[in-house]
């Protein structure tokens, strides 16, 4: 199973903008999380078409299962 962890946030022009971490710790810290948002934000490290990171909107881990098909 494939675990992501996806950072959301709101640009200036409040328009959404994600990362996408692969294979996050298990037991996932929201504090850390919270705090490396703000790290990203205050860094203003990132370029986006919807303007500069200015807010947190959320984060998720996200699963996905794949299993392959096998054919003839």
């Known amino acids: 199973m494939a675990k992501t962890l996806e950072l959301q946030f ?3 022009f409040n328009k959404p903008f994600s990362i ?3 294979d996050p710790v ?3 810290n929201p ?3 919270s705090a490396a948002m703000d790290a ?3 860094q203003n490290c990132f370029s986006t078409s919807g303007g500069n990171i200015v807010a947190k909107k959320g984060a998720r881990i996200i699963e996905r299962n794949e ?3 096998v054919i003839g």
């Open 10 to 12: 709101n640009t200036a």
């Open 20 to 22: 996408t971490l692969s």
């Open 26 to 28: 298990e037991l996932v």
């Open 31 to 33: 504090v850390a999380v």
């Open 40 to 42: 990203v934000i205050a």
């Open 67 to 69: 299993n392959d098909i």
